[in-house]
């Protein structure tokens, strides 16, 4: 296949942190010039050049918010066949299903309530407020989700969230008892007017329940590949502290998921009444080093060392003759392969479960994303899941394919192969 033309995106360099506006920014990690994470091409698009940008990170030295330099359009990030939806993976689905139960059963919901989901996808959240007889909006940028979101009798509002379209609801008389908002703030370049905007959106006595990928998971468990073009901000509870506060929102309590490598779930609401587990993170955080250089600098170094182990083991498979592919067209993928320089020399191709997928190309590498009966038609020896954070899962979904002699190889957060008969001690 011939090279690969590059364009750079659109976009603009940050110079002022995105949350307290400091220049004391700090360089930590470079991940190199990368493809847009998510934008996979089709056939027709091969002979186009590709968008690629800097995944450069940086820390602020005064509110401690880890981020990257550049800012990709959004409009080219998230409108353009935006191919994520959420209801792919069943447990993405169980943990939404059980956190929705838990909200209506706290705060009492019923039919005068009001429940509004900001970046709603394709409605997997909202769902279970809806069956339950509470009225739910949705608010997401991406047309694919959102019409799939309407179709199955979510109403949603085509666009991002601002704080200009959270005045337009207030001004109608549209007020939020529970405000959600998962895996999105750190898709946010402008954080100053989201948060305002939850704060205008939030009734007085509302709740704001945001979910958002943990920096110390990311750091302890060496998860660079979280870090994408879509992934503006990787937030501490420090970080976060910060960002609320002087915007008129205060953590009240904090639970920590497991889902996507390990998130925090926030409760926030407008009385500064925190109970014991934001207090508790604080101080951990405080003790783990949060504040200082060399937390951020150690984890710099194991990223380059996990990068240079998972080339030296891909290259020992196949020296000895063994067939690889790869399994989840997800964006962490994008970063791995692409920091990783792997493509098609090592992978023949990459597994995934959404048909909306198949018969497109990872980004930059061009490997063909195909459906999980490849695995049977044209089964490698060993499946590299690119998708780590679903690992358990996938391997379940895949014991055929293991029954049949094929590995599992995880690359995060440490290189190993997975034999079937490891796959319950050794899973992630």
């Known amino acids: 296949m011939s090279p690969v033309r590059t364009i750079p995106a659109r976009g603009v360099r940050i110079s002022q942190c995105r949350s307290c506006a400091s220049s004391a920014l700090e360089p930590v990690l470079d991940l190199g010039t990368t493809p ?121 509002l085509e666009a991002f969230f601002t704080l200009g379209l959270a005045e337009e609801l207030v001004e109608r008389g549209d007020r939020a008892d529970v405000v959600l908002a ?102 951990e955080e405080s003790k783990a080093g949060i504040g200082s250089s060399g937390y951020y600098h150690g984890f710099a170094g194991r990223v380059r060392r996990l990068r240079e182990e998972l080339l030296t083991y891909l290259a020992e498979l196949r020296r000895s003759g063994k067939r690889l592919a790869g399994y989840g067209a997800a964006a962490k993928a994008c970063t791995l392969l692409s920091y990783c320089g792997i493509g098609t020399e090592t992978l023949e191709y990459v597994v995934d479960a959404s048909p909306r997928k198949h018969g497109r190309f990872m980004p930059g590498n061009r490997l063909p994303i195909v459906p999980p009966s490849m695995l049977h038609d044209r089964p490698p020896d060993v499946l590299v899941i690119l998708a780590w954070n679903f690992a358990d899962e996938i391997m379940r979904q895949q014991q055929a394919f293991a029954a049949r002699g094929g590995r599992f190889l995880v690359p995060v957060p440490r290189v190993r192969i997975v034999a079937r008969e490891e796959r319950r001690a050794e899973a992630p």
Do not use: W
């Open 182 to 283: 998962n895996n999105v703030l750190a898709h946010v370049a402008d954080l100053d007017g989201f948060v305002r905007g939850i704060e205008t959106l939030l009734a007085p006595d509302g709740v704001a329940v945001i979910e958002a990928p943990y920096l110390v998971d990311l750091v302890n468990h060496c998860e660079f590949d979280t870090i994408y073009h879509q992934h503006l901000c990787y937030f501490s509870v420090t970080a976060l502290n910060a960002l609320f506060r002087p915007r008129g929102l205060y953590l009240e309590r904090i639970v920590r998921t497991s889902i996507h490598g390990g998130s925090l779930r926030l409760f926030l609401g407008k009385k500064d009444r925190p109970d014991a587990s934001v207090g508790a993170l604080l101080e």
């Open 36 to 156: 847009l994470a998510d934008r996979l091409p089709t056939v027709d698009d091969l002979a186009e050049p590709e968008p690629v940008a800097p995944l450069e990170v940086v820390r602020c030295n005064r509110c401690s918010l880890l981020q990257l330099t550049y800012t990709v359009d959004p409009e080219e990030l998230f409108c353009r066949n935006y191919p994520y939806f959420s209801s792919v993976s069943p447990q993405l689905m169980a943990h939404f299903e059980a956190s929705a139960l838990e909200i209506i059963r706290e705060r009492r919901l019923g039919p005068g309530s009001r429940v509004i989901e900001l970046a709603s996808n394709d409605g997997y959240m909202l769902r279970h407020f809806a069956s339950a007889g509470i009225p739910v909006l949705g608010i997401d940028p991406a047309s694919g989700p959102a019409q799939a979101a309407i179709a199955s009798g979510i109403p949603t």
